[in-house]
């Protein structure tokens, strides 16, 4: 069973929209959350970190962590065409530095125009 | 700014024959760097941890023999592909972690590579 497990696979919304991701961690040793981008062609580009109970803004996006339950959530709001990606969570281990990051399966995100 | 270089960008083989990829951090000095596998799936696989001032620490389902890998300096890293085969196609990522941040990682483009 994989360590980190995204839903929806793919999900579509309108330009303007709310896309909310979600993502749980069934081991209980990872306390840390990063939000990953990857555009067709290129390498994931990292998006947000959460590490503390909450919510954490930047610009558009905002990510919450529940670290009771292990879930993770990332929320798009105004989505773009541009935001069309696949997005992936990660987690790993506190006391690693962060160096063995486990990557869930990824949600495919579509906005249309 | 942080970005990391692979190269070759896309490459083929052919099955049994060997194939090596570079990555080069530009910008940051970095303290680790982490090979990836991205399956046509697109799930992600670790192959490898690089950690100055410690040893490679392979993941479970790859090995040093078939994996090779080198890490001179804090900027620079390759790994080889021994003996490709179908199994071994997918897109090969490079993750290196910066001194002076290290809640983050920047990842190169990937090495794509075809087994024929």
């Known amino acids: 069973q994989q360590k980190v497990q995204q839903s929806p696979e793919s999900l579509s919304v309108p330009e303007g929209g709310m896309a909310s991701l979600n993502c749980t961690s069934s081991d209980r040793n990872f306390q840390y959350f990063w939000w990953y981008r990857q555009h067709s062609g290129e390498g994931p580009k990292a998006l947000m970190?959460?590490?503390?109970?909450g919510d954490k803004k930047e610009g558009r996006f905002t990510a919450h962590l529940n670290k009771a339950s292990l879930h993770v959530s990332l929320h798009i709001r105004d989505s773009q065409p541009s935001d069309s990606a696949l997005y992936f969570c990660a987690a790993s281990e506190p006391g690693t530095g962060g160096y063995k990051v486990v990557f869930g399966s990824g949600t495919r995100l579509l906005v249309s125009p | 700014g942080a970005l990391v270089y692979q190269y070759p960008r896309r490459t083929i083989c052919k099955s049994g024959t060997s194939m090596r990829m570079e990555c080069q951090a530009v910008?940051?000095?970095?303290?680790?760097v982490a090979w990836y596998r991205q399956s046509p799936q697109k799930t992600f696989e670790l192959i490898a941890l690089?950690?100055?001032?410690?040893?490679?620490?392979?993941e479970q389902n790859f090995t040093q023999e078939k994996f090779p890998i080198s890490h001179p300096n804090l900027s620079f890293s390759s790994m080889t592909v021994l003996n490709a085969y179908l199994e071994d196609r997918g897109l090969y990522l490079c993750g290196a972690r910066p001194r002076v941040n290290q809640d983050t990682q920047y990842f190169g483009p990937g090495t794509r590579l075809l087994v024929l």
């Open positions: 910008g940051f000095q970095a303290t680790s």
């Open positions: 970190s959460i590490f503390s109970d």
């Open positions: 690089s950690t100055v001032n410690s040893a490679i620490k392979y």
